[in-house]
């Protein structure tokens, strides 16, 4: 009915391999208490990107087929490899996003045997990377790359005759999805390319009520406590709990930052949706009620997995 595999609160990591530093002109500063995240920063160009994940920079690996990267973000236990490429334009173009859309095209046709549209970036990205322009596309790889990536996502940004690769590389339908969204949500909204502004002090996890301040999503103790209570109560008649199952899941793939509160718009529509699929009286309130708790984009994927998680117990 639901399929999150819960994420144990204490997990065992390896110890995080010693990697050879990346080239001089680039920098990762920990901005949290044992460096779950981390400030990646690019000096020539004034470019920033906040990181969650225990982030480790490094040198980009060079190879057959492989398209030219200046420096690489790698993460402690998370199979996902970022690499960033800086270029200058080579010559007028009609518009700062033609070029964006065109380098993207030309990038992602060689790797992948999909036909790739790249999308434009909405002026509030454009706004909040300090960019021209910007474009993204997502595709398969022809075949996985030496770390084992299947899959690629492509960001291209132009700011005064300049243009920025990143790429995200990982496994595609092989990982965990939860710990996907919540990555993908925070990465894409802490891109910045400013001389003036690309230092800063970077927070990606926000004080929550349901989740501790890290990637992967884990539960506080108390909340993955409460889930056999919650489970006990999920009296649902029959075809809600697959009802429910879809939105709990759209809210933690949801693409808010962690950090920002729920704009009242999303809050009236969650609000609403939830009361339009579960209409048992009793189990309609406690959703309501443990709804109302969710403060941030981090507490929404929280509210999420925990009941999503009671939702799997109930169901089995």
Not at 7 to 27: D, E, G, K, N, S
Not at 156 to 164: E, Y
Request: some cysteine.
């Amino acid at each position: 009915m639901f399929f999150v595999i819960p994420i144990p609160r204490i997990r065992i990591r390896q110890a995080a391999p010693v990697l050879a530093p990346p080239p001089a002109q680039f920098a990762l500063h920990p901005t949290t208490q044992g460096g779950e995240t981390g400030l990646f920063m690019d000096h020539r160009i004034g470019f920033s990107h906040a990181l969650p994940g225990w982030p480790q920079a490094t040198q980009a690996p060079q190879g057959p087929g492989e398209p030219p990267a200046d420096a690489m973000v790698q993460f402690w236990d998370f199979p996902m490899w970022i690499r960033y490429h800086a270029v200058q334009m080579s010559g007028p173009a009609p518009s700062a996003m033609h070029v964006a859309m065109d380098y993207a095209t030309r990038y992602a046709t060689p790797r992948t045997r999909e036909a790739v549209q790249p999308k434009e970036a909405p002026a509030d990205k454009l706004a909040t990377w300090f960019v021209d322009a910007a474009c993204t596309a997502s595709y398969k790889l022809v075949l996985p790359d030496p770390m084992g990536a299947t899959d690629e996502d492509l960001t291209v940004l132009v700011r005064h005759g300049s243009i920025l690769v990143l790429t995200r590389r990982h496994s595609g339908g092989a990982e965990d999805w939860v710990r996907h969204a919540a990555f993908r949500a925070a990465v894409d909204a802490t891109l910045i390319w400013d001389q003036h502004r690309y230092r800063y002090d970077a927070k990606v996890w926000p004080p929550s009520a349901f989740l501790e301040p890290m990637l992967p999503p884990v539960l506080l103790p108390g909340r993955q406590q409460a889930i056999p209570g919650i489970a006990a109560a999920m009296h649902l008649q029959p075809g809600e709990g697959q009802e429910l199952a879809k939105v709990l899941e759209a809210m933690m793939r949801n693409d808010l930052p962690p950090w920002l509160p729920i704009p009242p718009a999303d809050r009236d529509y969650w609000t609403r949706t939830l009361a339009t699929v579960v209409k048992t009286p009793d189990v309609a309130d406690m959703l309501h009620r443990g709804f109302a708790e969710v403060l941030t984009g981090h507490d929404l994927r929280g509210f999420g997995l925990m009941t999503g998680t009671a939702l799997s117990q109930m169901a089995g």
